[in-house]
């Protein structure tokens, strides 16, 4: 790196942190530590190290950047304005406003170069892994003997923080594990947390721990720029085909004197000395100052980033002339992958079938699109979602589609959201049902990021039997169902389940859980296929019509359908509605859900093996709910079900009891 160089990035850090100053003292909210403590690195990455083109944000190439620790989100918001995105200075100034796209913690938006949405701690290094892990399967599928096109990195800078959760020894053992070199972790190592010293809460050797996972380790003064910038190159030049840690050494609030190195500096701290920390950095009193010298460089800068996207578009353009069936294929990969039209699909000939084993059966159909995915917290064999022929993807095999994560629900759901992200493939993740709290905090984040991940959940009720109340979920679909922009469907049949997977295709922009049963369950063929898998896109639909004047309404989902249909046999003045998804039932017009629920008829009853909160919305004040409200014991299925009432007898019980 030359003189001159050096001390435009060393301008280019002092600058940035003036700005993160003046953001949080404007926000009266926000956390200098790391942006003050990190700004040597950030100099360093965007203005030398990563391979960018602000100009084309979403360039495939690019490499990935995410921040973990999310918290110091001044820090990537300063950096991308440096580097040329489309997040403006005044976009800074209105950091964590009303209206401002500068949010508290950073949320996905690729075209302002925000490439996951991060804050709860640790999720971003499994996004990264995810994000790793599909770059790994791109440069496989896309790459030839003669002109790579997929050559990118994912870097990823975390905190104490981010390492201690335990998503990221979940996330960092799978990716040593598949030994993902094109991942590089970077480790804001200040020994300080929020509340204190790091050694009043851990005390392990953290260089260790990582060679164990399987990383190649380095250490780097975070605060020295041409340190940092030697020992990431090495690291990056290594050729091993490990994952890299880099333990930057740094100090947390670097610049304000009076709180820097402890963990005051964590939080909003330290803008009480914004005047003095400026004349100490030797910046002037002017609010979201940047120095010419700063300007004038990543203008330059700029220019490098497009000559290089320049450079790697002649490199794609001669493999895109000499190999026009993959060009094609990648040119819809991110708009077409897992999209097809599966009402197409003939109808079941079985009798009785598992939703598992059905969705299972239908994921073969899914799967003849080469960019859709499976992948299992260690219950392939239970759940059912494995592609047959995909092979299993390990780094001598990456084109395998089926991918192991072993007991590790909480990293397997970040790590699909990190694959999401990156928006080239589709991974339906699975594990039971009650498992899923595992990985809710995952979950949240896929639908608050609009992602599309599909999780499979299967084993969905007490009538999971003698594995016993901690197998069997109560509470968990009610849970879930508490989550905005998550689409839960419970799908009754094979013919449900064919359309809670087109659904869940269709959501490009909401995550699905698909909630599926152990037990086999009958084929509901007196409706007709059609008015199944239709009726389930729409999330409820009128299954079976009334005879004569409507007397009441049983609404069901999923395994207690059939209860519903058989008692509305008995007394066919019932109409029975199937609702297996509530979220997308409603979003269709009032004029339909009127038609299938009417208001008028206000003799309402629900069936459904969970608890009953979610349907009090649809029965009223006056309906009748068979529900599971409390744990269940381990015993045979049929006992648990007439146990906790989910039966016929309850239905017609209720029926009678009208007055």
Not at 33 to 57: I, S, T
Not at 512 to 528: H, K, W
């Amino acid at each position: 790196m030359s003189v001159g160089r050096r001390d435009s990035l060393l301008s280019a850090a002092n600058d940035a942190r003036g700005l993160a100053l003046d953001a949080v003292a404007a926000a009266n909210s926000g956390h200098l530590g790391m942006p003050m403590g990190c700004a040597e690195m950030g100099a360093a990455l965007f203005g030398e190290l990563l391979n960018f083109d602000p100009k084309n944000p979403t360039w495939i190439n690019r490499d990935r950047f995410v921040l973990s620790a999310g918290h110091g989100s001044i820090f990537l918001y300063t950096w991308l304005h440096l580097a040329g995105y489309e997040i403006s200075l005044r976009d800074i100034e209105n950091f964590r406003k009303t209206g401002s796209i500068t949010h508290g913690h950073p949320e996905f938006n690729k075209k302002l170069g925000i490439e996951c949405t991060t804050g709860p701690l640790g999720q971003g290094i499994a996004n990264a892994v995810g994000m790793a892990l599909s770059c790994k399967k791109q440069a496989k599928m896309f790459n030839t003997q003669k002109h790579k096109i997929f050559t990118n990195h994912v870097v990823c800078l975390c905190g104490d923080g981010c390492l201690q959760e335990g998503i990221a020894s979940e996330a960092c053992s799978l990716a040593g594990h598949w030994k993902l070199d094109n991942l590089t972790l970077i480790f804001d190592s200040n020994d300080v947390t929020l509340d204190s010293d790091l050694a009043k809460t851990q005390s392990e050797d953290v260089a260790k721990r990582f060679k164990a996972h399987g990383f190649e380790v380095f250490e780097a003064n975070g605060n020295d720029l041409e340190n940092f910038t030697e020992i990431f190159n090495r690291a990056q030049s290594l050729r091993s085909h490990s994952p890299r840690l880099l333990i930057a050494k740094t100090i947390i609030g670097c610049g304000i004197d009076e709180i820097a190195g402890t963990s005051r500096a964590h939080g909003a701290a330290g803008t009480e000395f914004l005047a003095e920390t400026k004349r100490r950095l030797g910046l002037p009193d002017e609010k979201f100052f940047i120095s010419k010298e700063t300007k004038d460089f990543f203008t330059r800068r700029k220019l490098e980033c497009s000559k290089k996207h320049s450079d790697w578009l002649e490199t794609f353009g001669a493999w895109e002339k000499e190999n026009p069936e993959l060009a094609r294929t990648l040119k819809g990969a991110s708009e077409t992958a897992a999209s097809g039209n599966l009402n197409i699909l003939p109808p079941s000939a079985k009798e009785k079938m598992s939703t598992r084993a059905a969705a299972g059966e239908i994921l073969q159909t899914i799967a003849q699109d080469r960019f859709m995915l499976a992948g299992s917290a260690d219950l392939f064999s239970s759940a059912g979602n494995y592609i047959r022929g995909g092979g299993d993807f390990s780094h001598d095999n990456p084109d395998g589609r089926n991918i192991y994560f072993g007991v590790r629900e909480h990293a397997m759901a970040a790590i699909a959201n990190g694959i999401s992200y990156d928006g080239v493939f589709r991974l339906s993740c699975s594990t039971f049902l009650v498992f899923s709290d595992y990985m809710r905090a995952a979950m949240r984040i896929s639908a608050l990021a609009k992602l599309g991940t599909i999780f499979i959940l299967t084993h969905d009720s007490i009538a999971v039997g003698e594995d016993g109340p901690t197998h069997q979920p109560v509470e968990t679909i009610a849970a879930l169902r508490c989550i905005p922009c998550l689409d839960v469907l419970r799908p009754a049949d094979y013919e449900e389940t064919v359309g809670a997977w087109q659904l869940a295709l269709e959501n490009r922009s909401r995550a699905t859980a698909l909630v599926l049963s152990r037990q086999d369950l009958p084929l509901l063929s007196e409706i007709s296929t059609s008015k199944r898998r239709e009726g389930t896109q729409r999330g409820a639909y009128v299954a079976l019509d009334e005879v004569g004047e409507l007397r009441r309404v049983i609404l069901a989902s999923g395994s207690e359908l059939h209860l519903a249909i058989q008692a509305a046999k008995l007394f066919p003045d019932t109409r029975v509605v199937s609702m297996p998804c509530m979220e997308a039932f409603e979003r269709q017009s009032e004029t339909y859900k009127d038609a299938v629920i009417p208001r008028a008829c206000r003799n309402k009853i629900a069936i459904e093996a969970g608890i009953a909160t979610p349907w009090h919305k649809y029965v009223g004040t006056d309906g009748r709910i068979a529900g599971v409200e409390n744990f269940g014991y381990s015993g045979q299925p049929r006992d648990l079900l007439n146990d906790f009432g989910i039966t016929l007898e309850t239905l017609k019980n209720f029926i009678e009891m009208e007055s």
